[in-house]
């Protein structure tokens, strides 16, 4: 079995409950919707990630026959032959991918029988929330550094093989240039970049060498990694070679700083290539950084042009989790609602509309029922699968990040920045407060 999309890749509890669903014939339609509760103090808004996954995921659920009889030593005869036959024959509504969201908007809602809707609650919440939270801490180096190359190198920090790859593709879809994981680049057409390793450089006798023996192999993309040693020495060999090689139609493209006071060596490093004529090579940097210190190079004017961002993106180490839910919000027809202390839910099938103020910046959202409550505004949730099967084909991955740049645009600026802003102004409709009384009401009524 392919342990990635297998659907055993889920918590104990949610087949311990299908089976007794089925034992007691709760099998009506159910709706469940996932949102986020709150923001994490470093975040002013969230980018939603990870729709194309949870499809692809529900489009293809399938026992195969290992599985099932694992699971027939541990569940009734009569649930594994539920599974066998089981395939996904819910509705599914959702936030296009890039959108920019805030707390209480779901950006997801499956419409499936019970069974099947609760079933597939881990694996959506595991995808769901993962390239959320990598596209939303990537949108904060898009925002502060919009003209720069920027390209996730976190695939060897990132914590396991699937998070790196998810994690190439949602900073992709978020506003990064490009990525170094070569998979990610064959399944989703992001461009790739990469330059050397210190070892390429420690194995040749001396950097000369290793910098001529790179060009020699990759004469249209030569990017030097020149902090091996000496970083100043290594741009001067860096100077002398290009002459050599400019005879023969090699040119050196760019250089790569990985250490040291960046900001600094990119000063001197530029100064050595431009009075050596290499003024149209590039400067590419990388080494532990983040937001933060891709913000401060530049505001001290750091010559750089690029940035290699890796562990900080990839675990997104100031905000490593999110406060997600998927919860049941409507049963047989009836909305049912969550009143735990601190985690009360919205009740209903529900949709967001986002207004805008004169000048095309985003002014508010409501959040609303999905029917009967129509809001002035946008409305941003979306059919996307119907009877188990996508309505539309996949976007392309370009056309979701052209969505999240766009969005960008239209962001209040004091959302933009990396300081902590008041609060989006998002309010809940009258008609939704007023079922959500209703629901109390009867809920009261039930237990009295």
């Not at 000369?208 to 060009?215: P, R, Y």
């Amino acid at each position: 079995m392919n342990p990635l999309s297998s659907p055993l890749l889920t918590d104990l509890y949610q087949f311990s409950m299908l089976q007794s669903f089925l034992e007691h014939g709760m099998e009506e339609t159910a709706v469940f919707e996932f949102f986020m509760r709150k923001l994490p103090p470093q975040r002013n808004f969230l980018v939603a990630a990870g729709l194309e996954q949870v499809l692809d995921f529900l489009e293809n659920l399938k026992f195969s026959p290992e599985e099932l009889a694992w699971l027939a030593t541990r569940f009734s005869p009569a649930t594994i032959a539920y599974l066998e036959q089981l395939r996904f024959s819910g509705d599914v509504h959702a936030m296009a991918e890039g959108t920019v969201f805030f707390p209480h908007q779901p950006i997801l809602r499956v419409t499936a029988p019970l069974p099947q809707a609760q079933l597939v609650e881990s694996r959506i919440i595991n995808l769901l929330h993962y390239e959320t939270l990598i596209a939303s801490k990537a949108a904060r180096s898009a925002l502060s550094a919009p003209d720069k190359l920027l390209v996730d190198f976190g695939l060897r920090r990132a914590h396991g093989a699937e998070a790196g790859l998810l994690a190439a593709r949602a900073a992709y879809l978020a506003g990064f240039s490009g990525t170094a994981t070569v998979l990610a680049g064959a399944l989703y057409g992001i461009p790739l970049f990469g330059t050397m390793a210190h070892s390429y450089v420690q194995v040749h006798g001396n950097e000369e060498a290793a910098f001529e023996h790179f060009a020699r192999s990759y004469p249209a993309n030569a990017i030097l990694l020149i902090d091996t040693y000496d970083t100043e020495a290594a741009a001067a060999k860096v100077v002398a070679l290009a002459g050599k090689l400019r005879a023969q139609g090699i040119g050196i493209k760019g250089v790569r700083l990985d250490s040291g006071d960046l900001a600094q060596h990119a000063r001197q490093v530029r100064r050595i290539l431009d009075q050596g004529g290499l003024d149209t090579a590039t400067i590419f940097a990388s080494g532990n950084l983040d937001e933060y210190r891709l913000q401060a190079l530049l505001e001290t004017g750091a010559p750089i042009d690029g940035f290699g961002i890796g562990t900080a993106l990839d675990t997104s180490h100031d905000a490593p989790a999110l406060d997600c839910a998927y919860k049941l919000q409507e049963y047989a027809g009836k909305p049912r609602r969550k009143r735990s202390e601190g985690k009360a839910t919205w009740p209903g099938r529900k949709q967001v509309y986002r207004s805008y103020a004169a000048h095309g910046r985003m002014a508010c959202d409501m959040v609303a029922l999905a029917s009967g409550d129509e809001q002035a505004g946008e409305p941003l949730i979306h059919p996307v699968m119907r009877d188990g099967r996508r309505i539309h084909a996949a976007p392309p991955l370009a056309e979701s990040r052209r969505q999240a740049l766009a969005a960008y645009v239209r962001l209040p600026e004091s959302l933009r920045g990396l300081a902590p802003a008041a609060p989006y102004p998002v309010t809940i409709s009258a008609a939704l407060r007023a079922l959500a009384d209703q629901v109390d009401r009867e809920a009261s009524c039930a237990r009295n």
